[in-house]
């Protein structure tokens, strides 16, 4: 390790880390809220005040949706910020960004939270509990604190390192699309999304639906003269279960054994609007997940179709509408090859005293709008994305620790430091 490696890991203030995760958490950014926006201004700020070059915009979400490749929301919102920082005094394009999301996902039922807050950002021994400590505000620290070190170590960079702080991925990625479509640009991408210590190389993606199911409505008393909507549904809910099977089939290794890495699933239903009535609609949404190098539309028809399969003499004359709506993520993955797998490895390696392990994640992100513009790019974070999304998310210190002191290395050598 050399002197200016060893300068910015010197710098690296693990006690303020913990506290600004802490504060972090306790903003209730949820996605499309002003909450949401007021996150981005905060990072913006620290930003700038780290020495960074810092572009905040507005987003102009109506110009946005109408762009080819818009990657589809799901969350109302009124407004978005942009917010990319770049490191001062180096020419050419960033050789690195590091990225992280400020939107979390909604708490759920309240009551299934250990003391009922999910933004109290509890710390019991080295865990740090709450809504986003795992997805992915650990891993937005992170990006914030080796900026941070490499200012406070007066170690100037050869190659511009980028922190890209968006909104909206768990809606479908808004805030990577914008990013992009704006001009930030860089050599290669770092996404701090949470990975248990291993690196993810590639993602299946993850593809919104909506299904509209007929019946006929009659007096729940004269139920015969109806046709009930939730049980046309069932037999429709098993082709998609049958659909399922097929396309987990022949898993690729990178999965590491994951069972299903392309998991379909139905996430809302609802029938009816009176309890002695037959309903005579029923809606569900779900998602569909994508293979990895599989054409969105290819995914699209193969539901489609399956859906359209069933032998119902009721739905041969009242067909399911299928639509599309919400997010629409590709799937994506690093180049075969690409330095950027070693050069984090490394840097794990110099920390940990392991290299990581490879795998896939069977869940959609932003590194396949990166991808798909032409950036290397693959995750590497703190957390464990089993407690993502849950009333039990947290995440380990340790673990935030380790990532942190693995990104400063890596900015320090794919940079390079005088």
């Keep these: 390790m050399h002197d200016m490696e060893a300068r910015v890991l010197d710098a690296l203030d693990e ?38 070059d810092v572009d905040v915009w507005k987003l102009d979400l109506a110009e946005l949706t109408a762009r080819p490749g ?31 999301h400020v939107d979390v996902v909604p708490t759920g039922d309240l009551a299934k939270w250990e003391g009922s807050d999910p933004f109290a950002a ?29 200012a406070k170590a007066g170690v100037r960079l050869a190659r511009p390192l980028a922190v890209h702080c968006v909104i909206s991925e768990e809606d479908g990625g808004l805030g990577a699309f914008a990013t992009l479509e704006r001009g930030h640009t860089a050599e290669a991408a770092v996404i ?30 004269t139920r015969y003269e109806g046709v009930n909507a939730v049980e046309v549904f069932w037999p429709v809910f098993e082709a998609i279960r049958r659909l399922e099977a097929a396309r987990n089939r022949d898993v690729p290794e990178i999965f590491g054994g994951n069972p299903m890495p392309y998991p379909i699933e139905i996430g809302t239903v609802r029938a009816g609007d009176w309890s002695s009535s037959v309903p005579d609609l029923l809606v569900a949404e779900g998602r ?29 004359e009242h067909p399911p509408v299928v639509t599309w709506p919400g997010g629409q993520f590709a799937s994506g993955r690093l180049p075969a090859g690409h330095a950027l797998l070693d050069e984090v490895g490394r840097a794990v390696a110099d920390v940990t005293g392991a290299r ?11 590194l396949r709008l990166y991808a798909a513009a032409g950036i290397p790019t693959l995750h590497y974070g703190p957390g464990d994305v089993r407690y993502a999304h849950a009333p039990r998310e947290q995440v380990s210190l340790a673990e935030l620790r380790d990532v942190t002191r693995a990104l400063a290395l890596l900015v320090v050598r794919r940079c390079g430091a005088y």
């Excluded at 569909?288 to 969105?296: A, F, N, T």
């Excluded at 990581?356 to 932003?366: E, H, I, K, L, N």
Aim: charged share 20%; hydrophobic share 45%; glycine share 10%.
């Design 15 to 52: 006690a303020e880390t913990v506290t600004l995760l802490a504060e972090t958490v306790r903003v209730p950014s949820i996605t499309g809220t002003d909450a949401e926006s007021d996150l981005q201004h905060d990072f913006a700020r620290m930003l700038t005040e780290a020495g960074m």
């Design 70 to 100: 818009f990657p589809g929301t799901e969350a109302p919102r009124t407004e978005g910020y942009g917010v990319v920082a770049v490191t001062a005094g180096a020419e050419g394009p960033p050789a690195l960004a590091l990225q992280g």
């Design 122 to 150: 509890r710390i019991t021994g080295d865990v740090l509990h709450g809504r986003g400590a795992c997805d992915m505000k650990a891993g937005l620290v992170a990006n914030l604190a080796v900026a941070r070190a490499v």
């Design 192 to 221: 701090t999304e949470p990975t248990s210590g291993s690196v993810i190389t590639a993602n299946a993606g993850a593809l919104t639906f909506r299904l509209e199911i007929a019946g006929r409505a009659a007096h729940g008393a």
């Design 288 to 316: 569909l997940g994508v293979r990895l190098d599989e054409d969105p539309a290819t995914a699209r028809a193969a539901f489609e179709e399956a859906v359209a399969s069933v032998a119902d003499p009721w739905l041969r």
């Design 356 to 366: 990581p392990a490879r795998t896939a994640a069977p869940y959609g992100s932003d």
